[in-house]
């Protein structure tokens, strides 16, 4: 499954904060919204204080098999029409 299909955390070095990544979907910005009350940058910064590495922080995780509410489990007509798509 393509990285841009999973609900993902990184740590942005250029940024230096973390990056919520969402798939294309139904409710998966609430998703990275409810994921960021949980991975916070007070915990990223106690991790770091205690030892480890924050910029190799990434989190993923892929919805189920067959889920619709996903974009990338549905069938292709089913999927909204982006710029450039041909009708």
């Not at 940058?41 to 190799?56: I, N, S």
């Not at 993923?60 to 450039?84: H, M, V, Y």
Request: glycine fraction near 6%.
């Amino acid at each position: 499954m393509k990285a841009t299909e999973k609900l993902r955390v990184t740590w942005c070095k250029k940024e230096r904060s973390l990056l919520f990544h969402y798939p294309l979907g139904t409710q998966t910005k609430c998703d990275a919204g409810f994921l960021s009350g949980h991975i916070t940058d007070d915990l990223v910064e106690e991790l770091d204080k205690r030892g480890y590495d924050k910029t190799t922080l990434c989190f993923s995780i892929e919805p189920k098999q067959g889920n619709t509410d996903f974009a990338s489990q549905r069938e292709n007509e089913d999927l909204p029409a982006f710029c450039g798509d041909k009708p």
